[in-house]
């Protein structure tokens, strides 16, 4: 991509999204849904292809606040991926909200309506086993490749271009990957929080523990004593006060956790880092 396309080149836009963004962390008091969700609870639907999956029933959604957006779908292999699309149809420009872990564009919520009334046309897409799209149950079918050709796909099917894409955590993974393959299809780009990191091959980033089970337990142990309101993660010196620490093995105990862990509640971890 060349220099021109970088958002430090175009700063309306990147001053907009960042001052949205700055606001998209203000308390949400959603009304908890009378029914239990449990895995037996939710039934297993299959694509024709054969690929297992759940779909998280549209009851869980209701009075969200600041969420008034009727979701939209997009079939690609079978299964839903689902988006809010908001602002001018005809807008010269189409912003593509791309989300992270563990959350889906319900993060986006204060930035919608900013981004709308300013003019653009706004597609806030929910990844593929988050907020209203489907949930294949076999793990291992949410690899990057599998994310990547699904928003390739989605942008194909919505005819999308001269896109700005926000993107946040694995949303900037994906995102400036597909920005790397199609650059033609993006007039800019915006990034959060994330890069796209080059690795040489065989470079393992991420060590997992041997003791995968302790590794686990102590960061739900970690992350469970989190107060609801939670102490500042730093003074105004600078200086780390509460939270992770400098532990190079932190982020190997959320692959394990987050993968293999049947205590994982995405409510836990956005309450435990908010």
């Known amino acids: ?40 609870k939710l039934p297993i639907m299959t694509t024709a292809d054969g690929v297992q999956f759940v779909r998280t029933p549209d ?11 009727e979701p939209k779908y997009v079939e690609i292999d079978g299964l839903r991926q689902a988006y809010v699309d908001a602002g001018p149809a005809d807008a010269d420009e189409t912003i593509l909200l791309l989300h992270g872990q563990p959350t889906w564009s319900y993060l986006y919520r204060k930035m919608i309506p900013v981004l709308a009334d300013a003019g653009y046309r706004v597609i806030a897409m929910d990844h593929l086993g988050m907020g209203r799209s489907d949930k294949p149950i076999d793990v291992d079918y949410h690899s990057f490749l599998n994310h990547t050709h699904r928003l390739e796909t989605f942008i194909e099917e919505l005819e999308l271009r001269n896109i700005t894409p926000f993107v946040q955590d694995w949303g900037s993974l994906i995102g400036l990957y ?58 105004d010196e600078g200086n780390r006060t509460f939270g992770a620490t400098a532990d190079r093995s932190y982020f190997s105990k959320w692959i394990l956790f987050s993968r293999n862990d049947e205590r994982f509640r995405a409510s836990l971890l956005v309450e435990a880092m908010t």
């Not at 949205?20 to 029914?35: K, N, Q, R």
């Open 1 to 40: 991509m060349s220099d021109d396309r970088v958002v430090k080149r175009s700063p309306s836009i990147a001053a907009v999204c960042i001052a949205a963004l700055a606001i998209v962390a203000g308390p949400a008091t959603a009304s908890t849904p009378s029914f239990p969700l449990s895995d037996d």
């Open 59 to 69: 009851g869980f959604f209701e009075n969200l606040p600041d969420w008034p957006y």
């Open 178 to 235: 597909v920005v790397g393959l199609h650059p033609e299809w993006f007039g800019r780009v915006v990034v959060g929080n994330g890069s796209l990191p080059e690795r040489p091959d065989g470079f393992v980033p991420f060590v997992l523990p041997e003791d995968a089970q302790a590794a686990q337990d102590q960061f739900y142990g970690n992350v469970s004593l989190v107060p609801a309101q939670q102490p500042r993660f730093y003074d």
